[in-house]
């Protein structure tokens, strides 16, 4: 006999069809196809120690195996940083039509030479003094090659220390792909990885991320793919979606892997702001968005590549689905040190408080009490999470960017809830169900918008 | 009108170099030397190959390394007349009229 | 060993081919197509002289060459044991030419992903390469070259089961072509494409089928449980880069394929291979420090000499052309 005490309530079960629910148990890693009367058996032999049919035993054995623990709130001092971030410049050479960065002339705080040494020397040190022998820096912007000199001078610096500490240092950045063809081939020398922001061919690229001037960027963006391509560097594609080319991701994933066949393509739906409004571009419609995404996945699949919707990455558990608790540094172009890679105003909009400290003269300055702060953000479960099955990869979400209003689903979770079923449908070798079930509309609508998935409500 | 001289130096023909894990490894094909820099060397050869000036490589690494720029100055000539004696580098003379 | 090129032409149209740009201009510059008869005694005297005991026969499509049987027989008349290696839809007089000689004398490599330059479906057609497989029977290995991140190998377990060829698959990488324009499969796709085939060597060792690798493979490419799993399964696997000279029509050798415009050298067949091999190897040994990687000059595998460091040619392809113009102060340079 089994009871509640020694299975874990973090089972859920997601109705697909008339005859079959989902079953995931994330911290099992274990999903599952049953018809609708063994999930109701299961929830009676596990409540009241009811009898079970001989059927469901591998299911209980698996329920009752030891469990992955949710990842922890961190404490203590900060000596095991995620990542350091550097962001030389909130400026950009771009005019994203959606994006609600500043441009350079409005905000033209570029990082100084000294603060690139300063948090280089403090996070190898850091490094170092843990007795760790790699470590990791991400570049964000705007752009962050928009200015060169501290991203050349960063990367060099890093590289030289490093090699003195016997460290290896792995560099990222998100960038725009907009630089001639020499620097690129230094990126590309020089990184571990690139997420390359293209957001499919040129009329598309063209109309979304123009330059300042207004002038089409997609062939420059493209020159720059293709360096990256040819090159060892780990590249990202990322393509923003609208609501106008949500139909067209199946198209947009096949030119980008028969173009530059990246290790991954990302897509991201297109967060409303000011300027999207203004030039008319809207968000896509989730369930479209979801489709869509799993068509591209198997168009992506058949050329090797993985196709990426952050929020419905099942592979690892996550307390939260940002850098934020997981003590990342992230040095602003003044030297300021937060966790959230953001605009400031953008997290001050939502009340939050995301700085940690300050780069000092002789090192990292950071607030105990702000850093356990942040961390603490992490580990609260936002109403509607707690019951989601997507509670341990996508774990709520960006803490700016979505809060969501309780008994309310928005795009984002329908967009994550919607792809990671598709997920774990196509993990238990069933692409058809899965496809039939996305084509349904009402009875997608069905699964997605319950209000808890849990087998077990929670007290 | 004045003429300070400024030397211009250049890389031979058939000189080609990577960027490895720590190192800059450089062959001449002609002569089949090759070159491992590493540390500092490496790091002004990457600049250099940016086509940073000498003016500019002086300023920023004195910056990064935290050294006068004077000091970085020497640094840097003692490095490059290596390299000329080396090979890697050849030296045309040039009058620019000031 | 060595190469022998007797033909220059072929009528494949391999996206992923390196030998495809130097034998056009070779062409085109007015050198012939074939080997002549007298050139090829030349070839194996020079073969007997250094001792080489594999006489190993390559094109284009070497049995495309009009003598190809006479090839076949004066080669034969050596007692050497003799390597072709083929796209495998031969003709009736090159497939009866293989035949007529004992299975212990020779080998052919077939590609199987050759693809056919014509549209004529019953000459290139899988049937009739079957049916000629079946003809040459042990004489035969298949060959694979993967030159794209997603392939499947599985239809050829079936293929060697059903034609009684040889146990064996013999695996490459599309190497890219120095200053060439065929398709390869470039070094930073290798992990994916090794789980692929560590997944696919499970299969074929339990077929009973042993995987062999040509050059270019590198131990990093497979996980250490992949490596290890593979290493006890198919003991034949290794890492190399390794130059089996080319020789050419007009006497000159070369490193590769797909070095053939940079590294080469004029040979006399008055000459022993170790002196031509020793002058290619030569040529590229300054950067063999290198690797298909940033990371192959610092790597354990290199530095224990397990792993050459990959290819030669994707290594060549990192580097660049040292351009430099720089102006200081003379007053700086001067000591």
Redesign the interface.
Known sequence: MLDQKTVPTEVFVIPITEQCDLLYAPLHQFSALVNPQATRQLQQTISNGAPYAEALQPILTSLHAVSLAPIPVRSGPLNDPYFLGLIPTRGCNLACRYCDFEPPEKDGRVMSLSVVRGAIDAYLHLLFDSARTRGEIHFFGGEPFHTRQPVIAAVEYASLRAAELGLTIRFEATTNGIYDPAFC?WIA?HFDAVVLSLDGPADIQNLHRPARDGSPSSAIVERSAAIF???????VVRACISGATASRMPEIAAWVADNF?P?ALCFEPLQPTLGSAAAGLLPPDPWDFAENFVQACRLLD????EAVYSMADISQIRSSFCPLGKDALIVGPDGMISACYLLPSAWEEQGLDLVIGRLAPDGLDLDPAAVQRVRLLAGREKPLCAGCLCLYHYAGGCHVHHSTNPGKYDNACIQARTITIARLLHGLGQPALAAAWLSDRPRLQRSILQPSDRLFQQN | MST????????PAG?????????V????EGT???W?LRGFDALAWDY??L?T??HDLVTILSALMDLPPQEM??R??DC??NW?IGG??QQK??A?HG | MANLIISRLCDMACSYCFARDFMKEQSTNGSPHFITLADFEKRLDFLTRSDIREIRLLGGEPTLHPDFATLLRQAYQRGRRILVFTHGWLEESALAALEALPETAVMVMVNMNAQPRSKNESKYSPTRREQILKRLGSRLTLGYNIH???FDLEPLLDLISRTGIRHVIRLGLAQPALNGSNTYL????YP?VGQRIAHFGQAASRAGIKLEFDCGFVPCMFSADDRQAMQHDHPDLGWHCDPIPDLDLDDQAFHCFPLARKVHTTFNTAEDITAIRDRLI??V???R??G???????CDFKMNGECPGGCLSSTLH?????????????S??Q?
Not at chain 1, 229 to 235: D, G
Not at chain 2, 25 to 28: K, L, N, Q, R, T
Not at chain 3, 292 to 298: H, N
């Open positions: 081939q020398d391509s040819q090159s060892n560097l780990e590249l066949s290790t058949e050329r090797g590549i | 300070h001289p400024f030397i211009t130096l250049t890389c000189i080609h170099w990577v960027w490895d894990s720590g190192q490894i450089i062959v001449d089949q030397n090759t491992h250099l190959m086509g000036s000498f100055e020497t840097l000539a490059l007349r000329q890697l580098l003379e040039e620019v | 794209t991140p997603v470039h070094p930073r796709l994916v030569e040529q040994k300054p950067y420090i290198s298909i990687y940033r990371e192959c000059s610092s990192r580097f660049h052309p040292a351009q430099i113009r720089l102006q200081v102060p003379g700086a340079l000591p």
